[in-house]
């Protein structure tokens, strides 16, 4: 059976499969390699570092609930406790050393 160029009708039994065009020509392990890259050096350009913490199960359900009452993501939240902890520091005189 013979197909016309203008049919719009009968699939193309020979051309490409059906579907989404092919955006890029890695494959999808590549494509996330790729952005989690360009992810590192984009929080390293903003003076970001990275840290790693190991906490029990029940600390890291209480963080979870302290960021989701706060409206917060763990590294907000984090950071901004991080803070309000070092302005109480500098507002309290320290303690000579013995």
Do not use: Y
């Not at 360009?38 to 979870?64: N, P, S, W, Y």
């Amino acid at each position: 059976m013979a197909k016309a160029s203008t049919d719009r009708n009968t699939i193309d039994l020979f051309g490409k499969s059906p579907g989404r065009p092919r955006t890029s020509n890695l494959s999808r392990k590549d494509q996330l390699k790729h952005n989690k890259r360009a992810q590192r050096q984009k929080e390293k350009a903003l003076g970001m570092k990275r840290l790693e913490v190991i906490i029990d199960q029940d600390t890291l359900d209480l963080l979870d609930q302290l960021c989701e009452n706060s409206g917060l993501k763990r590294a907000e939240w984090l950071t901004q406790q991080i803070q309000n902890s070092a302005k109480k520091l500098k507002k309290r005189p320290l303690k000579a050393a013995k």
